[in-house]
């Protein structure tokens, strides 16, 4: 039901826009994120937007170089990075739930899933 694409090779300093596209009842969420995990590590938390008040979140790690939207129209949830960094290497994923939660950060109060697109950022 989501599918996510718009990952790459991109040298430090770079851009890159992800999208993550799903049906119309998946659209219609509480909570739309990115999360994203490296090698070796847990998934981590990127960026939420809640769609009632289209409010949006961001871990402090992306914080002024991320940016999380949505078009309705579309039913695509976008996600801008700009300024990248080797760090931000990783699988992202996008998520959604239907009702928004004060526990959003948390990978495990997600159930429905897209399949992940890999960023590498490296000269």
């Known amino acids: 039901q989501l599918q996510a694409c718009g990952g790459g090779l991109v040298q430090p300093g770079g851009s890159l826009r ?22 070796g590590k ?10 009632d008040m289209n409010k949006s979140y961001y871990a402090d790690s992306v ?15 976008y996600l801008q990075m700009n300024s990248l960094k080797p760090e931000d290497t990783a699988v992202y994923y ?3 739930r239907a009702r928004w939660t ?7 109060q997600y159930s429905n899933w897209g399949q992940g ?4 950022v490296s000269s």
């Open 18 to 39: 992800l999208s993550c596209t799903a049906n119309g009842r998946t659209f219609s969420t509480g909570a739309m994120c990115w999360f994203r995990q490296a090698p």
């Open 63 to 77: 914080k002024g170089r991320f940016s999380i939207s949505r078009d309705n129209a579309r039913y695509t949830l």
């Open 102 to 108: 004060v526990l959003y950060h948390s990978p495990a």
């Open 117 to 120: 697109t890999l960023v590498t």
């Open 42 to 51: 847990e998934r981590e938390f990127v960026a939420a937007i809640r769609s």
């Open 94 to 96: 996008c998520a959604t």
